[in-house]
């Protein structure tokens, strides 16, 4: 398995997550998967979960539902390099 591939398995959430929009990045905030990954990718996980305002936790290392989690990064990549 390549680095690209290796790195995208972390992110997909194991048998313990239920949650129903976990597609979208979006988990319940008692999902203990959601936590652990959190924990591990967020520098500020502490921050994160004292400041939040729902009950959902967005789970993501990239920090931002702004980052585009599909084939467009690859070609905006790119576009800058030349």
């Not at 313990?16 to 959601?34: D, G, Q, S, T, V």
């Not at 994160?48 to 959902?56: A, F, P, Q, V």
């Amino acid at each position: 398995m390549n680095g690209f591939n290796s790195a995208h398995e972390q992110h997909k959430p194991d048998a313990r997550c239920k949650c129903p929009n976990a597609k979208k990045l979006y988990h319940e905030y008692m999902c203990e998967w959601a936590h652990e990954f959190l924990n591990k990718y967020r520098d500020d996980y502490e921050e994160y979960i004292e400041n939040l305002s729902g009950s959902e936790l967005f789970v993501c290392c990239c920090h931002t539902p702004e980052t585009p989690h599909d084939e467009s990064l690859k070609f905006r990549l790119i576009k800058n390099k030349c």
